[in-house]
C-alpha cells in the first residue's frame, strides 16, 4: 500500500492532486485542514492537506500479475514443495499370465459379446484417443491442484515473515513487548491461512486504533465555569500547553477564558502564564491554598473555561503531591472540573509508570502529551494508555502558541508505530 500527502488551497484541489497521482481508485484515508501559524494565523486562510491511499496491486499491476501460466511450467525451488514426480511415470502392460492370475477365464464367444467392435482398427484407435484425453484432462487438473497448493503455501510464509516484521517493528518503536505480544495474538485469531499481507496490516491497524480509544479533550456541556486543573512533573510544558489550549478556545471557539496558577515555586512560571493572559486579554491570579481557589473562582464565575496551572514536581516528593491533591479536591462542588496530566514523549518507560502511579493518588484524570516533535518512537504513548486506563486528550509537537496541539490523532500514532512516515 502507498500512502502519501497532498496539499490544496481547497479540499477540492486537494483531492483532485491525490487523483491525478493516484488515479480514480485512490482511497482517502484523512482530510485536514491546515492553519497558518501564530496568533495572527487565525486571520489568514487555511490550505487543507488530504491523506490518500492505493494499493500497489493497482498502482503497479505488473508486480502482481500471476506468475505461474499456462506456458511457463512449475520451477523446482527450495522453498516451495514441489509435488509433481521428478521421473516419467509410465504404465506397465498387463501381462495374459497376470490377467489369468486375476480373472476368470472366457470363452472367446463371451470375449466377443463383451466387445464386439474390438477386432475393428478404427475403433480401437478412437478408444486409445479418448483413453489419451482423459489422461491428459486428468494431468491437467492434477497440475492446477498442485500450483494452487505452493501459491496457498507460499501465502502463508508470506504472512508469517510479516506478521514477525510487524512484531519487530513494535518492539523497535518502545512499545512494550507484553502489550505487543496481546496484539499479535488478538490479529492471529481473526487473520485466516493464506490472508494477504494488505488484510494482516488492515486488522493491526484496526487492533492500535481501538486500543488507542477515542480521545476525550475538554467537555463544554454543564454548568460554566469549567476549571481544568494541569498537573504533571516539572519541565513537561504544563504552562505553554494551558496557553495553547486557551487561545484555540478564545480564537476559535469564542469561549471565555480566565487564568489562575497554582505554581509559587517557580516566579517564570507566573510571569509566563500572566504574558499569555495579557496576549488574550484574560485574566489572571495566583492563589496560594483551596480557600483562595475557591474565592477567585466565585469571582470570576461567568466566565467559560478558568485554567488551572500548578507546581511541578518529582514523584517522589510527598509533601508537594498532598499540596496538589488539597488544592483539587478543595474545589467547591458546585463547579464542574476536570484535571489533565501533563506528560513528555521522551521520558523514559519506567519514570512514566511511577510518574502515573503517583499522580493516580490525586485524582482521575486524562493524558495529555508532548514534546512528540522531539522523539521518533512513540511506544510509551500507547504502553501508558494501556496500564493508566486513562483516556488521551491532547498532543503537542512544538511551542508555537496556538498552533503545535491538535487532539490526540491515533491514525497518525499508529501509522508510525507499524513504521509510516
Same mark, same amino acid.
Request: proline share 3%; glycine share 4%; no cysteine.
Given at each position: 500500500?502507498?500512502?502519501?500527502?497532498?496539499?490544496?488551497?481547497?479540499?477540492?484541489?486537494?483531492?483532485?492532486?491525490?487523483?491525478?497521482?493516484?488515479?480514480?481508485?485512490?482511497?482517502?484515508?484523512?482530510?485536514?485542514?491546515?492553519?497558518?501559524?501564530?496568533?495572527?494565523?487565525?486571520?489568514?486562510?487555511?490550505?487543507?492537506?488530504?491523506?490518500?491511499?492505493?494499493?500497489?496491486?493497482?498502482?503497479?499491476?505488473?508486480?502482481?500479475?500471476?506468475?505461474?501460466?499456462?506456458?511457463?511450467?512449475?520451477?523446482?525451488?527450495?522453498?516451495?514443495?514441489?509435488?509433481?514426480?521428478?521421473?516419467?511415470?509410465?504404465?506397465?502392460?498387463?501381462?495374459?499370465?497376470?490377467?489369468?492370475?486375476?480373472?476368470?477365464?472366457?470363452?472367446?464367444?463371451?470375449?466377443?459379446?463383451?466387445?464386439?467392435?474390438?477386432?475393428?482398427?478404427?475403433?480401437?484407435?478412437?478408444?486409445?484417443?479418448?483413453?489419451?484425453?482423459?489422461?491428459?484432462?486428468?494431468?491437467?487438473?492434477?497440475?492446477?491442484?498442485?500450483?494452487?497448493?505452493?501459491?496457498?503455501?507460499?501465502?502463508?510464509?508470506?504472512?508469517?515473515?510479516?506478521?514477525?516484521?510487524?512484531?519487530?517493528?513494535?518492539?523497535?518503536?518502545?512499545?512494550?513487548?507484553?502489550?505487543?505480544?496481546?496484539?499479535?495474538?488478538?490479529?492471529?485469531?481473526?487473520?485466516?491461512?493464506?490472508?494477504?499481507?494488505?488484510?494482516?496490516?488492515?486488522?493491526?491497524?484496526?487492533?492500535?486504533?481501538?486500543?488507542?480509544?477515542?480521545?476525550?479533550?475538554?467537555?463544554?456541556?454543564?454548568?460554566?465555569?469549567?476549571?481544568?486543573?494541569?498537573?504533571?512533573?516539572?519541565?513537561?510544558?504544563?504552562?505553554?500547553?494551558?496557553?495553547?489550549?486557551?487561545?484555540?478556545?478564545?480564537?476559535?471557539?469564542?469561549?471565555?477564558?480566565?487564568? @489562575?496558577? +497554582?505554581? /509559587?515555586?517557580?516566579?517564570?512560571?507566573? =510571569?509566563?502564564?500572566?504574558? !499569555? &493572559?495579557? #496576549?488574550?486579554?484574560?485574566?489572571?491570579?495566583?492563589?496560594?491554598?483551596?480557600?483562595?481557589?475557591?474565592?477567585?473562582?466565585?469571582?470570576?464565575?461567568?466566565?467559560?473555561?478558568?485554567?488551572?496551572?500548578?507546581?511541578?514536581?518529582?514523584?517522589?516528593?510527598?509533601?508537594?503531591?498532598?499540596?496538589?491533591?488539597?488544592?483539587?479536591?478543595?474545589?467547591?462542588?458546585?463547579?464542574?472540573?476536570?484535571?489533565?496530566?501533563? @506528560?513528555? +514523549?521522551? /521520558?523514559?518507560?519506567?519514570?512514566?509508570? =511511577?510518574?502515573?502511579?503517583? !499522580? &493516580?493518588? #490525586?485524582?482521575?484524570?486524562?493524558?495529555?502529551?508532548?514534546?512528540?516533535?522531539?522523539?521518533?518512537?512513540?511506544?510509551?504513548?500507547?504502553?501508558?494508555?494501556?496500564?493508566?486506563?486513562?483516556?488521551?486528550?491532547?498532543?503537542?509537537?512544538?511551542?508555537?502558541?496556538?498552533?503545535?496541539?491538535?487532539?490526540?490523532?491515533?491514525?497518525?500514532?499508529?501509522?508510525?508505530?507499524?513504521?509510516?512516515?
Amino acid at each position: 500500500m502507498t500512502i502519501k500527502k497532498f496539499q490544496g488551497k481547497t479540499k477540492e484541489e486537494a483531492m483532485e492532486k491525490a487523483k491525478e497521482e493516484f488515479g480514480e481508485n485512490a482511497v482517502i484515508m484523512n482530510i485536514k485542514e491546515l492553519k497558518s501559524k501564530g496568533i495572527m494565523g487565525a486571520f489568514k486562510k487555511s490550505s487543507f492537506e488530504v491523506t490518500a491511499a492505493i494499493e500497489d496491486r493497482e498502482k503497479f499491476p505488473e508486480k502482481f500479475s500471476n506468475p505461474i501460466s499456462k506456458e511457463q511450467p512449475l520451477q523446482k525451488g527450495t522453498d516451495n514443495i514441489n509435488l509433481a514426480a521428478d521421473e516419467k511415470i509410465t504404465i506397465p502392460v498387463q501381462t495374459q499370465s497376470k490377467r489369468e492370475e486375476y480373472a476368470p477365464v472366457k470363452t472367446e464367444r463371451a470375449v466377443e459379446k463383451e466387445m464386439p467392435s474390438v477386432r475393428n482398427s478404427d475403433d480401437i484407435e478412437k478408444r486409445l484417443e479418448n483413453l489419451s484425453n482423459i489422461l491428459e484432462k486428468k494431468l491437467s487438473e492434477d497440475e492446477v491442484k498442485i500450483r494452487e497448493v505452493q501459491a496457498a503455501s507460499n501465502q502463508n510464509l508470506e504472512g508469517f515473515k510479516f506478521m514477525k516484521m510487524l512484531y519487530r517493528t513494535l518492539l523497535d518503536n518502545d512499545v512494550n513487548e507484553k502489550y505487543v505480544n496481546q496484539i499479535m495474538d488478538e490479529a492471529e485469531k481473526v487473520t485466516h491461512s493464506g490472508s494477504s499481507v494488505d488484510y494482516i496490516l488492515s486488522n493491526v491497524y484496526q487492533k492500535l486504533i481501538l486500543k488507542f480509544g477515542q480521545p476525550n479533550g475538554i467537555e463544554m456541556e454543564g454548568k460554566k465555569p469549567r476549571v481544568l486543573f494541569f498537573i504533571g512533573p516539572t519541565g513537561v510544558g504544563k504552562t505553554t500547553t494551558i496557553a495553547k489550549i486557551a487561545s484555540k478556545y478564545k480564537v476559535e471557539y469564542e469561549k471565555k477564558v480566565a487564568f @489562575l496558577t +497554582a505554581d /509559587t515555586y517557580r516566579i517564570a512560571a507566573t =510571569e509566563q502564564l500572566k504574558t !499569555y &493572559a495579557n #496576549i488574550l486579554d484574560a485574566p489572571m491570579n495566583v492563589v496560594y491554598s483551596a480557600e483562595e481557589l475557591n474565592r477567585a473562582v466565585e469571582n470570576i464565575n461567568n466566565y467559560d473555561l478558568i485554567f488551572v496551572d500548578t507546581a511541578g514536581f518529582s514523584h517522589k516528593n510527598e509533601t508537594q503531591r498532598i499540596d496538589i491533591k488539597n488544592l483539587i479536591l478543595g474545589l467547591d462542588e458546585q463547579y464542574e472540573k476536570e484535571v489533565y496530566l501533563v @506528560l513528555s +514523549a521522551t /521520558t523514559k518507560y519506567k519514570d512514566l509508570l =511511577e510518574i502515573v502511579d503517583s !499522580y &493516580a493518588e #490525586i485524582a482521575s484524570y486524562k493524558l495529555v502529551f508532548t514534546k512528540l516533535d522531539e522523539t521518533t518512537s512513540y511506544g510509551n504513548i500507547l504502553n501508558i494508555r494501556l496500564y493508566s486506563g486513562a483516556d488521551l486528550s491532547y498532543m503537542t509537537s512544538g511551542q508555537n502558541v496556538p498552533d503545535d496541539i491538535e487532539v490526540f490523532n491515533s491514525q497518525m500514532i499508529v501509522k508510525q508505530l507499524l513504521g509510516g512516515r
